[in-house]
């Protein structure tokens, strides 16, 4: 039940999609994979949402150079494990939402176990092994998977919703290898609002999603773009996915 | 045959262009379109390694990548939108 603390709280979006859309959202259970540039907008915007439950995963600690873009933290979390500075931040930003900060690796072997019962799947990743692998998860839980990268002054997002859409791998087919990127704040925080959006999205009802279609942000001209997805009916991942149904 | 070409991120400053069309004619291919918009030595070394396509780069016939498709031997008709970009992969 939502509280008359949270209806104040929540006041101005519950406009948009009611008690029942916030209820909704505080039974929601969210993995944000990667606590990097992306992971900063998104998991913000999630837990001053009044997501129920904020799962966060990234191996990594802050560093001096992630702080261009990575606004969850400051000098002071030089060193610091990034799910921990991460946890304290988001926990004074919204005391009502649960915050599970996890420094695992995601990988194969680790990820099933790692989504658990998460709803949503938010991809704050900065390499794709790692996206494939959650793409993968999130196909086998049957679970949406919010896609955003970027790079230099370039971004883009999508939603993959299992059964509905093309996935990751009809886009990407291949994981280029990692390597470190040149970018902007600012694009980080353009692309990882849609996410928290159409995570938002997606459990209110609020709103149609980016289903089958890639946003294209282009940041030097400042326009954004549609690009239509359609499945590949060869996929390993979604293309099993839909002969089965 | 008629086609529109769109270029996307980096790509944009290589082709200088966000969108151009295209006329081929006969039974063109995607390997066809490339070489007709790889105009200068270095727009070309963005699409092409000995004479393949690089590895990573996004080529989408209609919103399907070309790799799920023929590859560069997808046949392409009359009024295809063909998406060029190179992956983003930071996050």
Redesign the interface.
Known sequence: MISPEECDRYERQMRLFGREGQERLKAAKVLVAGAGGLGSAACVYLAAAGIGTLRIVDEGAVERSNLNRQFLYGDEDIGRAKVEAAAARLERLNPDVRIEGLRRTIAEDTVLDLVGDCGLIVDAMDNFAGRHVLNDAAWAKGIPFIHGAVEGFYGQVTTFVPGRTACLRCLVPVAPPRRAFPVIGPLCGIVGSIEAAETVKYFTGASRLLENMLLMLDGVDCVIEEVPLRPAPDCRVCGRERTRR | MKLKV?F???F??IFRA?ETDVALTGDATVRDLLERICATPAQRGQVFEGGELK??I?I?K????I??LDGLATRLEDGDVV?I???????
Do not use: D, K, V
């Open positions: 769109r996307f991120a980096t944009r400053e966000r590895p990573y996004i989408l209609n919103g399907r990548h790799q799920h998406s970009f190179p992956p983003l992969a930071g996050g």
